[in-house]
Structure formats: C-alpha cells, structure tokens
C-alpha cells in the first residue's frame, strides 16, 4: 500500500517555525514527509532532522527528503535530545511535532488502527511492543474501563469492559471488527448514532499501547529545552487530551513570577521562558476542511523561546 497522508495545516504550520535558511530543525513525526519537504526546501546551509518510530514512515520519508538537506532517523520523538547529541547538536531553531495516527496507518488495514476494516488488533505505531490485542487479553475489567474513560472520555467505559471481558472468556478477541462489534453491543442504541460507538475506546487503546501521552509529556520539555534563544516549538493536536496539555505546558514557559499576590515584591526569581506565537490555536480554514475531514479536529499551537 502507497504511503498517502495529507498533511494538515500545512502552510500555517511551516510559517509558525519562521524557518531560515541556514537553522536547523526537527520534524518528530515525519510520517509521509509533507511537512518535512516544506521545512527542507526553505533550507540551504541548514538542515533538517526528520525522526518517526514507524519503519513505514521513515522508508518513505527517506525517499521523499533524499534531493534535500535532511537527515531521517528511526526514532520515538521523546528521544530527541539522546538524537540530535549523538549528531552533535546542541540548540535547533524550530520543531514541529505532528501527533495523532496518519492518514496511512488507519487506512491500512493491517495495522489495526481502524474499526472500519478488519484485521489483527495491533495499533503499535512502531510495530513493536504490547499489542492492542495484548491489552484487550490481559487487562482486568477495572483496568480497560480505566484506559477507555481516561483516554477515550468514554461514559460507557465500565459496560464496554465487563462485555469484553465476558466475550474474551469465550474467545480471543483478536481482529478489530470483532471489537468493534462488541462495543456497538455494549452501548445503548441511542448512543450508536452518535458517531460510531468505537471510535473513543479505539483512540484510547491506540493512545494506552503507545504510552502517548507520557511520551508527550516527556517530549514537551526536550523540544523546549532543545529550543536555540528565538526558536519555535511548534505542536498539531487532534483531541482534547493532547490539546490540553500542551496549552498548559505552553502557559506554563511563558509564566513568570509564581509568587502568592499578598507578596509586596517576587522572590522567586522565575521570568518567562517562552512567548505565545499566537495567542488562539489556529484550526483548519472553510476549504482545508472540505478537502480533507480529518483536519477538523485539528489545532497548531506554537511556542517562542526568550
């Protein structure tokens, strides 16, 4: 299957990082490259370093980005300090970190993102590690109910666990659609219509078998401490749980004094470390989203190092 992912936000996404010609920059989540090539072009005497987990990923990404001044590496973008020290660089003046799951992998059956086709329930973004099926077969009820409320916000998380663990004691729950099946049983029919009913307990499976959000987190205050003086860190979210926490962690480098109010004067000292690029997230315009669904729960919040 051909490597296809439309890269959203695009254009406003290469001009949040103000690239330079001779900066060096990171892509973490070089997926097909589309952003990466703009980022390339723009660069004469710098270079790009583009990193992705998915050995699918990096394969395109290093046929795509061969004509240009890039360096594709196989890694999880939380390990971008131990990455750019082992190349000997120690500031970058801009990184994007693109999250989510690709247009390729959940259009590719076989990765196991989708409950639209079946195939094995995988999700493992790098193909390694504890499956989604591995999760499904040992997790006890408490435990699965917890991942699907926590990471999928879902209201009927302790009904979807207590079947699916009545239906794995009769048989392996092994595909997706056979998952998917179970869940839809699982809900009230009212809440059938309200999308499709395994769309919240997919993404929270996805999100638990790549620990996203703890690498998130980790990879937050790399980026930022990685950040030259003026560089710009630049993050596309696609759900609230993302999106919350780098609004946080954002607000969070551009605080200064953290002083109670009762103080007549600081004495802690601390001044902002960073600066908003633009005070709102900026989300997917009228024609993106009639181009491309998935752009509608997008948004691209950047960040400027002092």
């Known amino acids: 299957m051909e490597f296809k992912h439309r890269s959203v936000l695009l254009r406003e996404t290469v001009d949040s990082l103000q690239v330079r010609a001779d900066g060096i920059y990171i892509d973490g989540t070089a997926g097909g490259a589309g952003h990466a090539v703009e980022i390339a072009k723009q660069l004469t005497t710098g270079r790009l370093y583009a ?59 076989e990765r196991g993102f989708s409950y639209h086709q079946d195939a094995p329930l995988d999700m493992r973004m790098s193909r390694e590690g504890v ?14 109910a917890d991942i699907f409320f926590r990471f999928g916000e879902e209201k009927f998380s302790k009904r979807i666990a207590a079947r699916i663990v009545a239906e794995r004691a009769i048989k392996p729950i ?10 839809a049983n699982a809900v009230p029919a009212a809440a ?69 109010p009762e103080l007549p004067v600081c004495v802690c000292g601390k001044t902002p470390r960073g600066q908003l690029v633009f005070r709102k997230p900026i989300e997917a315009g009228a024609e993106e989203l009639q181009e491309n669904q998935r752009s509608r729960s997008a948004k691209l919040r950047a960040v400027k190092k002092l």
């Open 51 to 109: 990193l992705d987990q998915d050995p699918d990923a990096v394969a395109v990404a290093s046929e795509r980005l061969k004509e240009y001044p890039a360096t594709v590496i196989r890694a999880n973008f939380c390990e971008m300090d131990r990455v750019m020290e082992e190349r000997g660089v120690r500031a970058v003046d801009g990184i994007l970190l693109d999250l989510g799951v690709s247009s390729y992998q959940l259009d590719n059956g």
């Open 131 to 144: 499956s989604a099926a591995d999760l499904v077969a040992t997790l006890s009820e408490n435990e699965l």
């Open 174 to 183: 092994a595909t997706t659609l056979q998952l998917a099946e179970i869940i």
């Open 192 to 260: 059938r219509r309200d999308g499709h009913p395994a769309r919240k307990c997919f993404q929270a499976l996805r999100i638990a078998v790549n620990r996203e959000l703890d690498v998130l987190s980790e990879a937050l205050d790399k980026a930022f401490d990685l950040l030259a003086p003026g560089g710009v860190l630049s993050v596309i979210t696609f759900h609230s749980l993302e999106d919350r926490m780098v609004k946080q962690r954002f607000k969070a480098y551009c605080t200064g004094c953290t002083c109670p």
